[in-house]
């Protein structure tokens, strides 16, 4: 009975839970809440723990902080790496929403990777509890995904989504309302800015930290040879000399320093079509192939899988926050709900 007088004050949400990024929706009132994935905390003297800033806020910090505050991204490879500061992040957000702290006790429907174990599916359950839910639900991000650009997913036609988020790519062919096939790879947007640091050290002998890889994979990056190259000076540390310095990279040199993971997506996607039964992949041949997530904006990325699988793929609308969307729509639509989500 306090239970439903709670819900009667409360907007039930919608959170997908990324590794770089935190959407939260809000049923009735679409996404309020859009921010990277990172909390700052700070130390006391005597050791405590306080939030100093959540979001872009505390992304602003990382790698600048001084010895008693910690930028720390407690999602790692689409699962929980902290589960203290993930529940803090949570409730944060859930309070920022509501606009106020208190009695209020929101259902909230949680997107996560295919394929988490149990264990890690309690652990994003309990976060969210103990961060103030009154009932919690997971859906699958490749449902989501596909939820969120458009699929009708309920119908008896196969179609086929790839999501390459922050910490992991999910793929999933999706049928009748149910993941009929799906494949979730640790190679995403996390990897490509690595092997972009990588390949700056080996190549130019340049330290550089992992906002300055996003931002070149964001600015210049791409997986096809472009018509016009892009170029960005990038300044870092020269490890040989330990001196600051700059220089001018181009969208090729990114293109050499991420074709290894891209490669990657590209062999698991050949592997999930070979998987798929018969009559699905034909389905699939008809539809073509969904990209979603932040990796589908590099540039070239669906022409880039397209020449190795040999059929026609195509970027969602949005594909940044696809999966976001897919996640509120299966919140408010109680059929999608039912046959989509996992109450744990």
């Known amino acids: 009975m306090f239970k439903r007088f709670l819900g009667m004050f ?53 790698g600048k902080t001084p010895g008693n505050i910690k930028a720390i991204r407690p999602m790692r490879d689409g699962v929980i790496a902290d589960f203290n500061t993930t529940e803090m992040m949570i409730r944060y957000f859930i309070e920022k929403v509501h606009n106020r702290k208190g009695l209020f006790s929101p259902r909230i429907i949680i997107c996560v990777p295919f394929g988490l174990t149990q264990v890690e599916r309690k652990a994003v359950k309990e976060s969210a509890m103990s961060a103030g839910a009154r009932e ?14 458009g699929i009708p997913v309920k119908e008896p036609n196969g179609n086929l989504v790839v999501d390459i988020g922050g910490g992991t790519t999910e793929i999933g062919v999706i049928s009748l309302g149910g993941l009929v096939l799906s494949k979730s ?38 997986a096809i040879q472009l018509d016009e190259e892009l170029t960005i000076n990038v300044k870092g540390r020269d490890q040989v000399t330990g001196l600051l310095t700059s220089v001018e990279i181009t969208s090729e040199h990114i293109r050499e320093a991420i ?4 490669k990657e997506i590209g062999e698991a996607l050949k592997l999930v079509l070979e998987q798929t039964p018969p009559d699905l992949a034909g389905d699939i041949v008809e539809n073509g192939i969904v990209l979603t997530g932040g990796g589908a904006l590099i540039r070239g990325l669906d022409k880039y899988l397209s020449n190795i699988i040999k059929l026609p793929i195509y970027v969602a609308e949005d594909p940044l926050l696809a999966v976001a969307k897919g996640t509120g729509k299966a919140l408010e639509e109680i059929d999608l709900l039912q046959q989509t989500v996992y109450e744990e």
Do not use: W
């Not at 640091?197 to 791409?222: C, H, P, Q, W």
């Not at 074709?259 to 891209?262: N, V």
């Open 259 to 262: 074709k290894e993971p891209l």
């Open 10 to 62: 409360s907007n039930d949400l919608a959170i997908d839970l990324g590794t770089a990024n935190t959407l939260v929706l809000v049923k009735g009132r679409g996404i309020c809440i859009n921010e990277p994935s990172v909390v700052a905390i700070q130390y006391d003297k005597h050791g405590r723990e306080h939030i100093l800033a959540v979001g872009q806020d505390a992304k602003d910090m990382v």
């Open 136 to 149: 919690v639900y997971l859906i699958e991000e490749p449902m989501a995904a596909a939820i969120g650009s």
């Open 185 to 222: 790879i640790r190679t995403a947007g996390d990897k490509i800015d690595k092997y972009i640091i990588d390949y700056m050290k080996k190549n130019f002998n340049l330290l550089i930290g992992d906002r300055v890889a996003e931002d070149m994979k964001i600015s210049i990056g791409t």
